[in-house]
């Protein structure tokens, strides 16, 4: 046999693995198109905790005192009106119907629109609460600056409105150490955050007016 008949197929052979070799290797994922593809990221989003919306109504006087509620299920325990966002709500629209249902106050009548915070607040419940039952170990908290021009209390309303259950028995202007005295519970390090951040903002607006 030639040299050619003899080595020609061990050539060609040799050929084709080095070009297979030097092809660039594609991921399962692109040759595959209808393959899912799965990041660590993806990963720890499926899995991250679930925190619920929440808006809350920070409503000030010229005194830079906070407007708050006397809960009706828990004696001594103050705070400012809040709750879940509704679907389809943002937050500013949350804070605003809360603090109709829950005081009775319209932002286009009573008090003026200031901000919202920039910072959102999360806090954690304990085990055991409804919250957890739905799903959620906490609520992600984001707060609507309002200010009250006129002199003493807003007209409110506490009957509950909007189809919602009474939240508050009584409402008065609190400082914030007054608030931070009151019965917070696991609560007390979501307002000692609020603080820092709402009040220079309200001290800001107040020198303004």
């Known amino acids: 046999r030639s040299w050619e008949t003899l080595y020609r197929p061990l050539l060609v052979l040799s050929i084709c693995q080095l070009a297979t070799s030097l092809k660039p290797k594609l991921p399962l994922a692109t040759l595959n198109p209808r393959t899912p ?107 609507m600056l309002y200010f009250y021009a006129g002199e003493g209390l807003p007209p409110v309303d506490l009957s509950g409105l909007g189809g919602e259950k009474p939240e508050f028995t009584e409402v008065m202007f609190m400082t914030w150490e007054e608030l931070l005295q009151s019965k917070l519970g696991f609560k007390r390090p979501l307002f000692e955050r609020l603080q820092q951040i709402a009040e220079p903002e309200i001290e800001q607006y107040v020198a303004s007016v």
Request: hydrophobic share 35%; glycine share 10%.
């Open 37 to 143: 593809q799965f990041s660590e990221h993806t990963a720890m989003s499926v899995a991250a905790p679930r925190y619920r919306p929440n808006a809350g109504a920070l409503i000030f006087n010229r005194e830079k005192k906070v407007l708050c509620g006397h809960r009706v299920d828990i004696k001594g325990a103050w705070q400012p009106p809040q709750g879940g966002i509704d679907e389809g709500e943002n937050p500013v629209q949350g804070a605003a119907r809360e603090m109709y249902e829950e005081m009775g106050l319209k932002a286009t009548e009573h008090v003026k629109e200031v901000k919202l915070l920039d910072e959102t607040i999360s806090y954690e419940v304990p085990p055991g609460t409804w919250l957890e039952k739905k799903g959620y170990i906490g609520q992600r908290m984001h707060w």
